[in-house]
């Protein structure tokens, strides 16, 4: 059976690493007086279940509860800064809760946005739908958005989006199909990596630049087109793209 632990008051930090793989910590509760959560503060705590939060905190840094399997989290009013990477491979996370009076958070759907729902920051690793359509007004994906979203087979993406984060798909590995839309000027570092089910991708008329394993270990692509638009491809993009057999670079007209 977990245990349980209630962080004294009067605590105003959390350092990093402060409950780093903590064995059998199933609950926490966090004090009034906390502001910052630091770096992997509770990385690794694999059976931390629930966490209650409190409205005090104002910065959780980055990979702050990596693989720690909670099913919610509610991001707390006062929030100001979150960091890279806070919820990678919480695999049975499926929701957030932000609270209405929060400058700077919204959420739809259990998704996670800031305040106008211009930029998505985090969809949930566990949400169990197969499909998802980003929200037409959405302009950036932030980095790791999607990583690791094994259920998703099908996303969309809007005419609004211009901007995607590192990372943004990686390890999406039942993603079949995805069409970059022609807002959208690079396709960066892994952003598709070991999407190891992507059989077709179409990319916008407007990409510039395809970076460094942006569809590294794409094991199920075996056709490309780069449109006319693409001026620098990296060496390693395509690299373990063991059954791509014919990349098409369209020519710009005379």
Request: net charge negative; glycine share 4%.
């Amino acid at each position: 059976k977990g245990s349980k632990y209630i962080i004294p008051e009067g605590v105003a930090h959390l350092e990093k690493r402060s409950f780093y793989s903590s064995d059998n910590l199933n609950e926490i509760t966090l004090p009034h007086s906390l502001i910052r959560i630091g770096q992997q503060a509770f990385e690794l705590c694999d059976e931390l279940e629930t966490i209650n939060i409190s409205d005090s905190i104002t910065e959780i840094e980055d990979r702050a509860f990596v693989l720690c399997p909670i099913k919610g989290f509610r991001i707390p009013k006062n929030l100001s800064s979150l960091g890279n990477e806070v919820f990678n491979v919480c695999k049975k996370l499926s929701f957030f809760e932000v609270d209405e009076d929060s400058d700077l958070f919204s959420v739809k759907d259990g998704v996670l946005f800031d305040k106008e729902k211009k930029t998505l920051i985090r969809y949930p690793i566990g949400k169990s739908e197969n499909y998802y359509v980003v929200p037409e007004g959405v302009k950036e994906i932030k980095e790791n958005a999607f990583s690791l979203c094994a259920n998703l087979k099908s996303i969309v993406l809007p005419d609004s989006l211009e901007r995607i984060g590192n990372a943004a798909f990686e390890g999406c590995c039942h993603l079949d199909n995805i069409t970059v839309p022609f807002s959208v000027k690079t396709i960066p570092p892994y952003a598709f990596s070991k999407c190891t089910h992507l059989r077709g991708i179409q990319i916008g008329n407007a990409v510039e630049e395809i970076c460094v394993a942006a569809f590294s270990y794409c094991y199920s692509l075996v056709y490309m087109q780069i449109p006319e638009s693409v001026c620098s491809i990296d060496s390693r993009a395509f690299v373990h793209c063991s059954n791509l057999n014919l990349i098409q670079i369209n020519k710009p007209k005379d």
